[in-house]
């Protein structure tokens, strides 16, 4: 495979973080003209960053115009079974392999996030970086890159699970339980917490999906 050209890459993961914190949504029109200008890189890198993200099924076609992908209640049930099982993947092996620095680090991100409660975008961010620091700890290069892939994909929802009520303090009780398990180098017990935490994200979002019909 040939590899992108620095712009071309550049412009790449400069769309895609765009659509990862919310700047485009799933629905919004994608304008090369409109990119070109934001990022302050020509039209050519940004044409071949936005047929790329087309490839990979994050923007869809909208008669001549390029939109941000969505994911439908059937794509979202399949992401999230994948999901839940590299996650629990990737704590099981945490547990096995992490550092002690690297375990460290994760429980001080869950006492710091206590003071993002309240503020669901932040608690977001710091969801993924919680989640990207197990992805790491695994030691396993080839389940971060599918972790990445899943990840990329969980960008096309337009909201986040954590935006309801009450779950940012929940979520941070199942983040503690997923690093006192792999703290205590207990596979099983990680992998399950993690799963579960998981499951109950997925709940959460369709119950607030079922409430918004």
Known sequence: MTEPKPAQRDAYDMILEAID??????????????LADRFGVSRTPIREALQRLETQSLLARDG???IVASLDHNEMA??????????????RLAARHAAVEEIKVLA???KDDVA???DSAAMARANRRFHKQIHLASHNRFLVQQLDLV???????????????????????????????ISKRDEEAA??????????AFETRLRADAEAL
């Open 21 to 34: 914190v919310g700047v485009y949504k799933p629905g919004d029109r994608l304008v090369e003209s409109d």
């Open 64 to 66: 001549r115009s390029l």
């Open 78 to 91: 399949e992401l999230y079974v994948v999901r839940a099982e590299l996650e629990g993947l990737a704590a």
């Open 108 to 110: 001080e991100m869950v």
């Open 116 to 118: 993002l409660l309240g």
């Open 151 to 181: 990840y990329r994909s969980m960008a096309l929802m337009a909201t986040t699970s954590l935006a309801a009520q009450g779950r940012g303090e929940k979520a941070l009780e199942e983040h503690r339980a997923i690093v006192d398990a």
């Open 191 to 200: 992998y399950s917490a993690l799963k579960a935490h998981i499951s109950i």
